[in-house]
């Protein structure tokens, strides 16, 4: 029985937390309303029923004082008949009247109406007798009144003592009924009340019910429908079958979701657009792209940052400190913290005050470093830290970091001033040589001798020559460096070959060394440019007599290969150019195509300007080939290229580019 009340209680208190505060509290009003309503009218009926029974009261007993007054002279004389005659006579007079009793001292009754005393008396017969209240006393000539309920209605009971010259004689009872208007009208009031009480609550249940189904699970429904319209859910709609202001309004709210639907969709679709553009943007841009969060989360790599740092798909999310090579973390962390933690300008700041916070702002709203990485692969970078605002600048959504790769600036900057080193240190060596032999023979010139004027017009002369060669080479190089286009057409190898060996044969035989060319017979003609090629092969072949000692060897070769034997993967001649000089070590062999690097560098026992090798790389370049080379130490060197057959249909002028 306590589960099953605890369940109900539970119901309820479940049925109640659905309603509405307003629902709760109209229903608490009506409540108070209509108890008030019914108190004031129960308060009214019992009002106007005590005032009934007040006058039924002092009716009653005037009414029994008049007929125990007649009566008592005819029970005296014992005349039953008179007495009965009266009675009956006052009883027909009246409808107040309910019963009239009498009785004598002992109780007996012995007449009423509608009571009547049997005429003929025998043992079977019953005595009627009537009991009288405890309080009535017989002594006292005051009517003795009380009420009782009966089937039919409250009935006011009066007690008269019959009394005749003094003599108590008995007791005269009578009934009266209550007024029936008052009763009526009592029971009108009552009724009224009742209905009214009723007709109340149904109203308000009726009223909560159209509340509940009208108006507040609408509103429900618009409720939940713009929260989740605010949680993005673009997707809600309200059915429900309303008319009228509500229904309107529901109408307007899933005509303005699904705009708000149409426009999402159409905003992601511009936005995926835009991200994908975006991402495709960052991730092929040759400067690596970092993207961190204000709490030092990775956002945004690009494939270049990863490159740079060797990281893999699991950098996304982490920290960027965490992932950064050492070096790099000891630099950046302060840095870091300082663009996140810093302030935006405030706009209420005094016009000083904005100024210099702005000026600091810009001078750390991007911030730039450089580095040096050795793992995984030595390398130099140069960093820029950039701040990423919001649309109206006040507040930071993160760090945007630009890795360069400068490892070949630095190396070019480098290159740069070797270079200009170099020549400056090319150029002042001879000149300063013919400035002092030639201010020597201007002011001695009269007291050399002979052969010593001519050696000093020798030295001269050897010097302005080794100038000229290396202003020769600086524009060589400089005019293989740019973007000048070259005529390459059929070129048969024997001739360039031919002609170098015919230059070089007096410079090799003075040295003591073997010239030899091979070259193989029917060699078909190879697309390029004749003079370039010229001075390749003399750059070459002049290279190898210069490191190659008395007694020693150099040999030209030129001879075919197939598609699959070579680096051109089509029909090429090889040219080969090979030596018994001292060799070339493997640190060295990157190094000589470089500018101004020669061998002398490291051994200081040779000439030269250190170009003639990055001569030869640029314009084999220019014949869309390389050049490569086989060395030992103390054995020899070979350096070789290949050029392609010339074709008879594609003779015409080609425009060749560096690739520099």
């Known amino acids: 029985m306590l589960t099953f009340l605890t369940k109900i209680k539970e119901i309820i208190a479940l049925w109640w937390s659905e309603f509405t505060l307003q629902t709760k509290l109209m229903a608490a009003a009506t409540l108070v309303v209509s108890l008030i309503m ?40 014992d005349d039953l008949q008179g007495l009965a005659d009266f009675s009956t006579r006052f009883y027909r007079s009246t409808s107040s009247i309910r019963y009239i009793i009498y009785a004598d001292q002992s109780g007996s009754i012995f007449f009423g109406i509608p009571y009547s005393q049997a005429e ?11 009991s009288l209240p405890e309080d009535y006393a017989q002594n006292s000539d005051l009517p003795f009144v009380r009420q009782h309920q009966t089937p039919n209605g409250q009935v006011t009971d009066v007690f008269v003592p019959l009394r005749h010259n003094g003599e108590y004689l008995g007791v005269l009872a009578v009934g009266i009924n209550p007024n029936p208007t008052i009763v009526a009208s009592s029971n009108l009031t009552r009724d009224v009340t009742i209905a009214v009480f009723i007709t109340i609550w149904a109203m308000v249940i009726l009223g909560n019910v159209f509340n509940a189904l009208m108006i507040t699970r609408p509103i429900k429904e618009l409720l939940v429908g713009v929260k989740n319209i605010a949680a993005k859910n673009f997707k809600q709609r309200i059915d429900l079958p309303l008319r009228g202001e509500l229904g309107e309004l529901i109408s307007s709210f899933n005509l303005m979701a699904e705009k708000l639907e149409n426009y999402n969709e159409q905003n992601v679709e511009e936005i995926t657009s ?10 092929t841009i040759a400067d690596g792209a970092v993207l961190i969060d204000p709490e030092m989360h990775i956002i945004l790599v690009n494939p270049t940052a990863k490159s740079i740092f060797g990281w893999g798909e699991d950098a996304l999310g982490d920290n960027i400190l965490h992932r950064l090579p050492s070096e790099l973390t000891t630099k950046l962390t302060k840095p870091l913290y300082q663009m996140i933690e810093r302030k935006i300008e405030s706009p209420k700041e005094n016009v000083l005050e904005h100024s210099q916070q702005h000026q600091l702002n810009q001078l750390s709203d991007r911030d730039e470093f450089r580095i040096t990485l050795q793992k995984p692969v030595p390398r130099t970078i140069r960093v820029l830290l950039s701040r990423v605002l919001d649309g109206g600048s006040e507040n930071i959504k993160g760090i945007a970091m630009t890795i360069q790769d400068i490892t070949r600036e630095v ?6 001033s070797q270079f200009i080193s170099n020549v400056s240190h090319e150029l002042r060596t001879p000149l300063f040589n013919i400035k002092s032999f030639i201010e020597t023979l201007s002011e001695y010139g009269e007291d050399l001798t002979h052969v010593q004027r001519r050696e000093f017009l020798d030295t001269a002369n050897h010097e302005t020559d080794r100038l000229t060669r290396l202003v020769n080479d600086v524009l060589d190089l400089s005019r293989l460096e740019s973007s000048r286009t070259y005529d390459l057409s059929e070129v048969y190898l024997s001739q360039p070959i031919e ?18 060319q091979e070259i193989e017979t029917d060699l078909p003609p190879v697309l390029g ?3 370039l090629l010229l001075q390749v092969l003399t750059n070459l072949v002049g290279n190898s007599l210069k490191f190659t000692n008395a007694g020693g060897k150099v040999t030209v070769r030129a001879y075919q290969t197939e598609a699959e034997s070579n680096t051109l993967n089509q029909s090429a001649v090889k040219i080969e150019i090979a030596d018994t000089g001292i060799g070339i070590s493997a640190e060295d062999k990157e190094a000589i195509f470089e500018r101004f690097f020669r061998v002398e560098n490291r051994v200081h026992t040779l000439e030269g300007t250190g170009l003639g090798l990055s001569i030869v790389r640029n314009i084999i370049e220019k014949h869309n080939s390389r050049v490569y080379i086989d060395s030992e130490v103390g054995v020899g060197t070979s350096f070789w290229f290949e050029l392609p057959i010339y074709q008879a249909e594609v003779e015409q002028p080609v425009e060749v580019i560096s690739n520099k």
Not at 120 to 130: F, G, H, S
Not at 274 to 283: G, I, M, Q, R
Not at 501 to 514: P, S, V
């Open 38 to 77: 019914s108190s004031l009218t129960f308060w009214a009926v019992n009002t106007i029923q005590l005032q009934s029974n007040i006058n039924d009261t002092r009716f009653g007993s005037d009414l029994s004082i008049l007929i125990a007054s007649n009566a008592a002279p005819l029970v005296a004389e």
């Open 120 to 130: 003929i008396q025998n043992d079977l017969t019953i005595e009627r007798r009537i």
């Open 274 to 283: 835009e991200k994908a553009k975006l991402e495709t943007l960052v991730s």
């Open 411 to 416: 190396e070019l900057n480098e290159a740069k």
């Open 499 to 516: 002609q170098t060996l015919r230059t070089c044969q007096l410079n090799a035989k003075d040295k003591g060394i073997e010239l030899y």
């Open 529 to 531: 440019n004749y003079d």
